[in-house]
């Protein structure tokens, strides 16, 4: 019985204890705290407050991700007015770094078209705040990420440093595969009906149009109006199929698709809102070319 106690406690002595200088992060987007991960390696605890299945557009903070913000050095938002409440979080999280990542990434806007947006505070005419769906967009990101955790422990830099540049020739390679990947779709199949708003930055780097229409989710109450004129306009753009999203309603994407005459792809991962997926930026990205190749790429 000691015997064993002590081989049970050289066991333990083996397992390196978790050292006290390690930094903490608290993330308020999934893919942040992916990111943080691939460059913070084992120097950072990260905490995905918001962690999968929720809705990143609908989500606030609650009391336990409090409790972590308050152990945290750095708090990494996504920044362009995606956080509504982080004016209010500045306020009580002073003794962090609060950092906007998306602050310096090129903004796209909100079409003044836009019938069907993503939340109220992100409407025609807004900044467009998924610049997450960008390859190129997430490898600045990753940049940032790594100032920032070079600043709260500047005994790690080197380490940051060098893997945000691994890191980013992944995305590298990423993003060259994802080219070639989507360059099998014809031409004028390069177009996407998403059922919420979060494809254009996506779109714009792969080439890819986005076709704004109303009534894809059940998240508003579209008129019968509106639903014949996005019904219309699906079958205006000549596409072959509409994108649902995970952790969407489906029910009303399957009946426009119906009427309109075109398929019901596979759902796409939108906002790195995934369960039951393998999750991360990369997981993603690959997730969803894959959908979109084996629904539009075939002649
Ligand atoms: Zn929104
Ligand atoms: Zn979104």
Not at 17 to 45: F, K, Y
Not at 53 to 59: C, E, F, K, S
Not at 217 to 223: G, I, K, P, V
Request: charged letters at 25%; aromatic letters at 6%; a positive charge.
């Amino acid at each position: 019985m000691i015997r064993s106690s002590i081989a049970l406690l050289s066991l333990f002595l083996a397992v390196p204890p978790l050292r006290a200088a390690e930094l903490q992060v608290s993330a308020l987007h999934p893919l942040l705290a992916d990111v943080a991960r691939q460059v913070g390696g084992n120097r950072v605890i990260v905490h995905d407050l918001m962690g999968a299945g929720t809705n990143a557009h609908r989500y606030e903070p609650r009391p336990a991700d409090l409790k972590k913000m308050q152990d945290s050095k750095v708090i990494l938002a996504a920044g362009k007015n995606m956080e509504s409440y982080l004016g209010r979080l500045k306020d009580t999280m002073k003794h962090a770094n609060i950092v906007e990542v998306g602050r310096t990434i090129p903004s796209l806007t909100v079409g003044k078209d836009v019938v069907y947006t993503c939340c109220p505070q992100h409407g025609a005419g807004a900044i467009d705040p998924h610049w997450w769906h960008g390859v190129e967009n997430m490898r600045r990101a990753s940049r940032v990420i790594a100032d920032s955790l070079s600043t709260a422990d500047p005994e790690g830099k080197a380490v940051y440093q060098a893997n945000a540049t691994a890191y980013g020739q992944k995305l590298e390679q990423l993003k060259r595969w994802a080219k070639t990947e989507l360059a099998k779709v014809p031409r004028e199949q390069r177009k996407l009906v998403t059922a919420h708003n979060a494809f254009a930055y996506f779109a714009k780097e792969f080439g890819f149009e986005v076709i704004a229409v109303a009534g894809l989710t059940n998240e508003q109450n579209n008129t019968p109006q509106e639903l014949a004129k996005t019904i219309e306009s699906i079958k205006k753009a000549g596409v072959r199929a509409v994108f649902p999203e995970e952790g969407y309603n489906e029910k009303t994407v399957r009946s426009i698709a119906k009427t309109a005459g075109v398929t019901v792809a596979e759902p796409l991962i939108s906002d790195g809102n995934a369960p039951g997926h393998d999750t991360g930026f990369e997981a993603m990205i690959r997730h969803n070319v894959r959908v979109i190749t084996t629904v539009l790429g075939s002649k």
